[in-house]
């Protein structure tokens, strides 16, 4: 598969992850509330969403403009670096002000794997845009699938919660 077509199906995968949490997030905040913890599963679920297909656009328009293969990946593997950085520093901060009842809810597991994931791909990332000689479209193209898998599995545990709390108000009914 050439890496303008990985990008592109990345890219594609992208945003339809995010416009199908566009709609969790419309039909969750039909209801009464939208609790702490659901309001940052689906922030996160954007940010973790919106990276890949920002970074894979770029790439592929990059790729369009330069005929260095080895600057464009370069270029992007240093993107998912800056975004991912930014993303545990904003998650870690808006983790802590969600209120204690509600953070219950959380799963640490789940919390655990996201930032272990996330620091493994910032690592891998750093390493391509430093050290790796010749470059690796490889790597770039493992940390934008590592970031739509927490995104995945993110969709799904808001997806449950949802359920979750529908399922209970109606037994509380």
Known sequence: MDIVDALSTLAEFSIGLAGFTGIIAIFANSRDSIGGALRFRITNLLALSF????????????????????????????????????????????????P?????????????????????????????VLFVRPYSDGILIIGLV???????????????????AQSTSADSS
């Open 51 to 98: 990276i890949p297909g920002f970074v894979s656009l770029t790439a592929i328009g990059l790729l369009a403009l330069f005929d260095s293969t080895e600057l464009v990946i370069r270029i992007s593997s240093f993107l998912i670096v800056l975004f991912v950085l930014i993303l545990l520093i904003t998650v870690y901060r808006a983790r802590g002000r969600i």
């Open 100 to 128: 204690e009842h509600e953070r219950q809810i959380l799963n640490p597991l789940a919390w655990d794997f996201n930032i272990t994931i996330s620091t493994l791909n910032l690592c891998a990332q750093l390493y391509n």
């Open 146 to 164: 590592s970031t739509l898998l927490i995104a995945a599995i993110t969709f799904c545990m808001i997806i449950f919660q949802i359920m979750n």
